[in-house]
């Protein structure tokens, strides 16, 4: 199986929380797990990543926890502003040579001011 | 140092028509990804070329074909275009080398008519 799946499909938060972003895959070759934001018009950005070997990693107000045993991981991102308002996409890389990237089906999140 | 570029911005084609769109990867990559975004949906691998050659085809039809020249820049050639090839298209690129993971550019928005 090469899916992604994401949740939730929307998020609200008011200006100042904690966003939650969650991930879950099937496939065990992947071996990178990058998170990017797209605003409207433009191509995603690359935000932050992690590979299985790490449970967490942090980036300034983002945290990428990943459960390997679960095949779960998460975006966290705090004190959440209302410029964060975009699409967060979480991504599993395939180890194969192409290294290609499976997308989930997106996150829109709006923070409230 | 630029980044991913892409042209044109936007392109409207009727059903039948063929388009070809054009991608410049970031300074010092060599490697470079295509993938079709439709609204609302995260973005799915169609294929990536590396020296010169398609080394990956994600699961879309012969429709869709590539090339890739000596200075790494790279076209999507879609033919017999169908109403459901409205999306936006993506170019990644990266470095075979250091296995990163893909930078993307700001994408063509390709409407069927």
């Known amino acids: 199986q090469q899916q992604v799946k994401q949740s939730p499909q929307s998020l609200i938060v008011q200006k100042g929380g904690i966003s939650i972003i969650n991930c879950a895959y099937e496939?065990?070759?992947?071996?990178?797990f990058p998170w990017y934001q797209q605003f409207p018009g433009k191509g995603p950005a690359l935000l932050i990543a992690?590979?299985?070997?790490?449970s967490e990693k942090k980036e300034g107000r983002f945290t990428i926890s990943f459960n390997k045993s679960a095949k779960q991981f998460s975006l966290h991102i705090m004190d959440s502003q209302p410029g964060d308002s975009a699409t967060y996409f979480c991504?599993?890389?395939?180890?194969?040579?192409?290294?290609?990237?499976?997308f989930g089906s997106g996150t829109q999140l709006t923070v409230l001011p | 140092d630029a980044g991913v570029t892409q042209s044109p911005t936007h392109l409207i084609k009727t059903r039948g028509q063929q388009v070809t769109l054009r991608c410049s990867p970031k300074?010092?990559?060599?490697?470079v990804s295509w993938y079709q975004q439709a609204l609302g949906q995260g973005p799915q691998f169609i294929f990536q070329?590396?020296?010169?050659?398609?080394?990956q085809r994600g699961n879309f039809p012969d429709r869709f074909s590539g090339h890739q020249f000596p200075n790494y820049s790279s076209e999507l050639n879609v033919n017999a275009l169908l109403l459901g090839d409205s999306a936006l298209y993506l170019c990644?690129?990266?470095?075979?080398?250091?296995?990163?993971?893909?930078?993307f550019g700001p994408g063509t928005r390709l409407t069927v008519l």
């Open positions: 990644a690129s990266s470095r075979e080398k250091r296995a990163d993971t893909q930078y």
């Open positions: 496939n065990t070759a992947f071996d990178y």
């Open positions: 300074s010092g990559h060599d490697t």
């Open positions: 070329y590396y020296e010169e050659e398609e080394r």
């Open positions: 991504a599993a890389r395939n180890s194969g040579s192409a290294r290609q990237l499976t």
């Open positions: 992690i590979r299985p070997d790490v």
